[in-house]
């Protein structure tokens, strides 16, 4: 199991979340659909929260950002309850694999203007070759 956790403050992202190019490299199209049906007070809490998920799912996969992993490769989308959904893509989900996690869990909170996210990679069932679709 691994465990990756980050904490940042809510308007620590500043003027980045209003530059196109930032929100692009840093955000998948769903994401970025669901922040712009928000407020922009809500908007940019959301976005805040996500990138501390992404920055703690990173850490689970081992790689930060570089590597050829952009955060944009984690993309964290909501269940049905609201509660965030981790979507690996491109390198990131390779080097999930290559790690042998199987499932990536995530939790975000926001309090009195902080945002922590911890994220824990389970390991994927014993005998499974991630490389090798199931006999």
């Not at 980045?16 to 908007?43: I, N, Q, T």
Request: charged share 25%; proline share 5%.
């Amino acid at each position: 199991m691994w465990i990756g956790i980050d904490v940042m403050t809510e308007d620590e992202l500043g003027d980045l979340l209003g530059r196109p190019w930032f929100r692009r490299y840093v955000y998948d199209a769903d994401e970025l659909a669901l922040a712009d049906s928000f407020g922009a007070e809500r908007a940019r809490e959301f976005l805040t929260g996500r990138f501390a998920g992404k920055e703690a799912a990173l850490k689970v996969i081992g790689t930060g950002v570089g590597a050829g992993v952009t955060p944009r490769q984690v993309a964290i989308l909501r269940a049905d309850d609201g509660a965030p959904v981790v979507r690996l893509s491109g390198t990131a989900a390779r080097r999930a694999r290559e790690r042998g996690i199987g499932a990536l869990n995530l939790s975000i909170t926001h309090k009195k203007g902080f945002v922590v996210a911890a994220a824990i990679g389970v390991p994927a069932p014993c005998g499974h070759h991630p490389d090798r679709p199931d006999d």
